[in-house]
């Protein structure tokens, strides 16, 4: 089995600040994803990157920039805070190898003041 | 692009009948399919995964269906108890890396 760990479990910011979500699985899987899930709403892609420093904009990317420093690890930077931003940010991976079963972290919920 | 509409959005069932669970997608190409549950405050958790080449899948209390002309996927839950209570979401994986979600069933078992 494997873990997805997502840093920080909360993050309040202020609105126009520049917020950076973590993410780290050990999974080794290949392909990692970032979702927004507004309260009592469905997921929405954000990014997501097929393999180790590749990047693939989501239907939501606007306003947010990704990066995949290492295949381990994915990171998601919320540009510029704003008050609609409030949401669960959920980080998630997969692999061709385990039939594409999409394994998801506990998420980190983001609070702009 | 693949298209999923997941009816219906709320259900409440008493402890012990039956819940039914619907998704409909529209590319006929799709071959990977999954349940995930969703508890308050929570993330998704992995409930099963069906494939293009089964059509019934069991698990712990529930059975999940797909019906490959008629392109619908649907979760049966047999006896719900309120362990149960919580919101589901199918997902279709596109074949180019993403996945179509549902947009969620939240599931109220009254005791």
């Known amino acids: 089995g494997g873990i997805i760990t997502q840093t920080p479990k909360f993050l309040i910011g202020q609105e126009g600040q520049k917020l950076t979500l973590k993410c780290q699985q050990n999974?080794?899987?290949?392909?990692m994803y970032w979702y927004r899930q507004d309260s009592g709403k469905g997921l929405r892609l954000i990014y997501y990157?097929?393999?180790?420093?590749?990047?693939q904009k989501g239907d939501l990317s606007e306003g947010y920039d990704a990066s995949r420093e290492k295949k381990s690890s994915f990171s998601l930077t919320v540009t510029s805070a704003q008050k609609n931003e409030m949401a669960v940010f959920l980080c998630?991976?997969?692999?061709?190898?385990?039939?594409?079963?999409?394994?998801f972290g506990p998420g980190t919920r983001l609070t702009v003041l | 692009g693949e298209q999923v509409e997941q009816r219906p959005p709320h259900l409440s069932v008493r402890e012990g009948d039956s819940a039914v669970i619907t998704c409909t997608y529209t590319?006929?190409?799709?071959?990977?399919f999954f349940w995930y549950k969703q508890e308050p405050g929570a993330s998704l958790q992995l409930l099963m995964k069906?494939?293009?080449?089964?059509e019934i899948n069991e698990g712990q209390g529930f059975t999940v269906l797909l019906n490959k002309k008629d392109k619908r996927l649907s979760l049966n839950l047999t006896a719900a108890h309120p362990g149960d209570s919580a919101a589901y979401f199918c997902?279709?994986?596109?074949?180019?890396?993403?996945?179509?979600f549902g947009a969620g069933t939240r599931l109220k078992v009254i005791a």
């Open positions: 998630a991976s997969s692999s061709r190898d385990s039939s594409y079963e999409q394994y």
């Open positions: 590319d006929p190409n799709s071959y990977y």
């Open positions: 999974f080794n899987h290949d392909t």
């Open positions: 990157s097929i393999t180790e420093n590749d990047l």
């Open positions: 069906v494939f293009s080449s089964t």
């Open positions: 997902a279709v994986h596109t074949g180019n890396y993403k996945y179509v």
